[in-house]
T-cell receptor
């Protein structure tokens, strides 16, 4: 069974559209994350959720909104997509609050292309 | 300014050669992690080092945490094509995990 899964794997859409990416983890972890990996492969954290509470919110445009219906799911909704949003988005989870010694388990990524 | 700088950015070597990848920062970390990412997949944790000067070995991979806990290195002995991938160091000065700039390794058979 896949530990951290994301859908869709690929997403191609027009500028200005609204889209969502779904993430589910079956590891029983308390914290989930969203990362953005740009074309240069730089991986940057966007959000993390711990027990349905947002505990990290980096300088991400408010067009991006994480939504967690329960501990096992953290979806990413993006409004008014822009060309610069094109990237690979990774969901991850960890057992605890994401401290420096926690192991983060990553999903396979969603490649978003905005035309 | 990146918190964690990795060098080299790209590395292409022949099978059987040795290599070292470096991860440097001006910040002190309580621990540092190394991940490997293969094309089309998410990063996978290789190791966590927590003590200054610590050395950990994982088969042909040797990881070292600098004495001052500001840097780390990854040494691969007798590289194999299966080692090909993107190597990322990651550290958390607080609760945020920051990833390094990455080293893309290609091992040619």
């Amino acid at each position: 069974d896949t530990a951290v899964s994301q859908t869709p794997k690929y997403l191609v859409t027009q500028m200005g559209n609204d889209k969502s990416i779904k993430c589910e983890q079956n590891l029983g972890h308390d914290t989930m994350y969203w990362y953005k990996q740009d074309s240069k492969k730089f991986l940057k954290i966007m959000f993390s959720y711990n027990n349905k509470e947002l505990i990290i919110n980096e300088t991400v445009p408010n067009r991006f909104s994480p939504k967690s219906p329960d501990k096992a799911h953290l979806n990413l909704h993006i409004n008014s997509l822009e060309l610069g949003d094109s990237a690979v988005y990774f969901c991850a989870s960890s057992r605890a609050s994401g401290g420096p010694r926690d192991t983060q388990y990553f999903g396979p990524g969603t490649r978003l292309t905005v035309l | 300014t990146q918190l964690l700088e990795q060098s080299p950015q790209f590395l292409s070597i022949q099978e059987g050669e040795n290599l070292t990848v470096y991860c440097n920062s001006s910040s002190v970390f309580s621990s540092l992690q190394w991940y490997r990412q293969e094309p089309g997949e998410g990063p996978v944790l290789l190791v966590t080092v927590v003590t200054g000067g610590e050395v950990k070995k994982l088969k042909r991979l040797t990881f070292q945490f600098g004495d001052a806990r500001k840097d780390s290195s990854l040494h691969i002995t007798a590289a194999q094509p299966g080692d090909t991938g993107l190597y990322l160091c990651a550290g958390a000065p607080a609760n945020n995990l920051f990833f390094g700039t990455g080293t893309r390794l290609t091992v040619i058979p």
